[in-house]
């Protein structure tokens, strides 16, 4: 049968993250990625792994490879409820459902709250996988510009007159471009979302991931400060994963909204795909007892902290002064720009002659732009394959240019 002529409409408006495409390039010998957003392997616990795999299997038993409920394992959703209660953010489980990653509850709230031709405002660039699951609903994306303190709130009032349904933000060290939004711009932002009733979307995979400065107040919380009615009245769905922080092969996030969303959220999961892996909920269940997950954390800011800071000094040492790029306070990327003549595409071909990977930023990108733009990735390759990589990205980089000035 020629399946072609079979698939359904919406079949053709699904495309392959040219980030995971390149992940399968990586793999060749000697590549320097700092292609995907992995978190380090060599920082992976991997004796408390099997420790907790083996507790799990002896205190849970049989039950931690039995089905379980859609919302998710009872006590794990009482720690997250625990975790993110503040006095103006009181949660209880109800407000907690357990997906498999954030990436799930990015696509299950898409699914319980838009339309076809509902519009969204996304900061241009943002998260990749985003785009690509809500653009399969059929909205249309409203995009804002944004700075080196984030998103340009500034910009959001005159998109909100057309009466957007939600607003989708990575706050902290967004991917792609690591920057943070500021606090006076997080406050101004949860006053127009009551001004104006829309709901939006905070996606918070690396704020634990900080290496200078203090952490900003979430907006989930700044909103739920507005609110009135004791239970959590919040225009903000909250979404996390411990794919960043533990690591992302269990496939376990979460998300924190209002009862009612979580609901829809629930029927629409237990449509997907049932309920998030069992084991994988207990063996995270395991792994946040007795602070393990805050010591864990620590080791991983201090890694990630010296590997920022040897791209960082690499990209001073080696880049050509043609070239600028964000300087992140966390997280595990950053985003160079180049000379709008110099296709970032063009210059990957180059890099993977040379055996160094990293993602172009046009496809973060809305309406085309982005072209001379990449993220580079810090997390995943050691201090001294980074500063190889840049030396090498350097030299071609220097060479493109001096071929495009001469041609
Ligand atoms: C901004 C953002 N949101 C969500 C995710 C999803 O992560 P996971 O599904 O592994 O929890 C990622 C992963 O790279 C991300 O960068």
Same mark, same amino acid.
């Given at each position: 049968?020629?399946?072609?002529?079979?698939?359904?409409?919406?079949?053709?408006?699904?495309?392959?993250?040219?980030?995971? $495409?390149?992940?399968?390039?990586?793999?060749?010998?000697?590549?320097?990625?700092?292609?995907?957003?992995?978190?380090?392997?060599?920082?992976?616990?991997?004796?408390?792994?099997?420790?907790?795999?083996?507790?799990?299997?002896?205190?849970?038993?049989?039950?931690?490879?039995?089905?379980?409920?859609?919302?998710?394992?009872?006590?794990?959703?009482?720690?997250?409820?625990?975790?993110?209660?503040?006095?103006?953010?009181?949660?209880?489980?109800?407000?907690?459902?357990?997906?498999?990653?954030?990436?799930?509850?990015?696509?299950?709230?898409?699914?319980?709250?838009?339309?076809?031709?509902?519009?969204?405002?996304?900061?241009?660039?943002?998260?990749?996988?985003?785009?690509?699951?809500?653009?399969?609903?059929?909205?249309?994306?409203?995009?804002?510009?944004?700075?080196?303190?984030?998103?340009?709130?500034?910009?959001?009032?005159?998109?909100?007159?057309?009466?957007?349904?939600?607003?989708?933000?990575?706050?902290?060290?967004?991917?792609?471009?690591?920057?943070?939004?500021?606090?006076?711009?997080?406050?101004?932002?949860?006053?127009?979302?009551?001004?104006?009733?829309?709901?939006?979307?905070?996606?918070?995979?690396?704020?634990?991931?900080?290496?200078?400065?203090?952490?900003?107040?979430?907006?989930?919380?700044?909103?739920?400060?507005?609110?009135?009615?004791?239970?959590?009245?919040?225009?903000?769905?909250?979404?996390?994963?411990?794919?960043?922080?533990?690591?992302?092969?269990?496939? /376990?996030?979460?998300?924190?909204?209002?009862?009612?969303?979580?609901?829809?959220?629930?029927?629409?999961?237990?449509?997907?795909?049932?309920?998030?892996?069992?084991?994988?909920?207990?063996?995270?269940?395991?792994?946040?007892?007795?602070?393990?997950?805050?010591?864990?954390?620590?080791?991983?800011?201090?890694?990630?902290?010296?590997?920022?800071?040897?791209?960082? /000094?690499?990209?001073?040492?080696?880049?050509?002064?043609?070239?600028?790029?964000?300087?992140?306070?966390?997280?595990?990327?950053?985003?160079?720009?180049?000379?709008?003549?110099?296709?970032?595409?063009?210059?990957?071909?180059?890099?993977?002659?040379?055996?160094?990977?990293?993602?172009?930023?046009?496809?973060?990108?809305?309406?085309?732009?982005?072209?001379?733009?990449?993220?580079?990735?810090?997390?995943?390759?050691?201090?001294?394959?980074?500063?190889?990589?840049?030396?090498?990205?350097? $030299?071609?980089?220097?060479?493109?240019?001096?071929?495009?000035?001469?041609?």
């Amino acid at each position: 049968m020629k399946w072609n002529n079979h698939f359904a409409e919406r079949a053709s408006r699904m495309t392959r993250s040219a980030v995971r $495409e390149l992940l399968k390039l990586t793999a060749q010998p000697g590549m320097i990625s700092l292609a995907g957003g992995l978190p380090s392997p060599d920082l992976f616990p991997m004796e408390r792994v099997k420790e907790a795999i083996e507790f799990v299997l002896g205190k849970a038993g049989k039950r931690a490879l039995q089905y379980g409920e859609t919302e998710g394992v009872a006590e794990l959703r009482d720690w997250i409820a625990r975790d993110f209660s503040r006095p103006e953010v009181p949660l209880k489980r109800e407000n907690v459902v357990i997906t498999s990653g954030g990436q799930q509850a990015l696509d299950l709230i898409g699914r319980v709250l838009l339309n076809e031709n509902d519009k969204v405002i996304v900061e241009n660039p943002t998260y990749l996988a985003l785009l690509s699951a809500w653009r399969l609903l059929g909205v249309q994306f409203l995009p804002v510009r944004s700075d080196a303190n984030g998103m340009r709130v500034d910009k959001i009032e005159p998109l909100l007159q057309q009466k957007p349904k939600l607003i989708y933000a990575v706050p902290n060290f967004q991917n792609p471009q690591g920057t943070t939004l500021a606090l006076e711009r997080r406050v101004s932002l949860v006053e127009l979302l009551r001004k104006y009733d829309v709901g939006l979307l905070e996606d918070n995979p690396y704020g634990e991931l900080r290496y200078d400065g203090e952490p900003v107040a979430s907006l989930l919380e700044l909103d739920a400060r507005l609110g009135t009615s004791g239970d959590l009245d919040s225009n903000v769905i909250y979404v996390g994963t411990f794919s960043k922080v533990l690591m992302p092969g269990l496939r /376990v996030g979460w998300a924190i909204a209002s009862e009612e969303v979580i609901e829809k959220i629930v029927r629409a999961k237990q449509a997907a795909d049932l309920q998030t892996g069992t084991l994988s909920q207990y063996i995270i269940g395991e792994m946040i007892r007795d602070q393990f997950l805050e010591r864990h954390i620590r080791v991983l800011r201090q890694a990630y902290r010296e590997r920022r800071d040897a791209m960082l /000094v690499a990209l001073d040492r080696y880049f050509p002064n043609e070239a600028s790029w964000t300087r992140p306070d966390g997280g595990m990327f950053l985003m160079v720009t180049l000379p709008a003549h110099l296709s970032a595409s063009d210059v990957l071909k180059q890099a993977l002659e040379r055996k160094i990977a990293f993602v172009p930023g046009e496809e973060f990108h809305l309406d085309g732009m982005g072209r001379n733009t990449f993220r580079l990735n810090f997390s995943n390759a050691t201090s001294d394959l980074i500063e190889q990589g840049i030396k090498r990205l350097g $030299e071609v980089l220097k060479s493109m240019l001096t071929s495009a000035s001469r041609g």
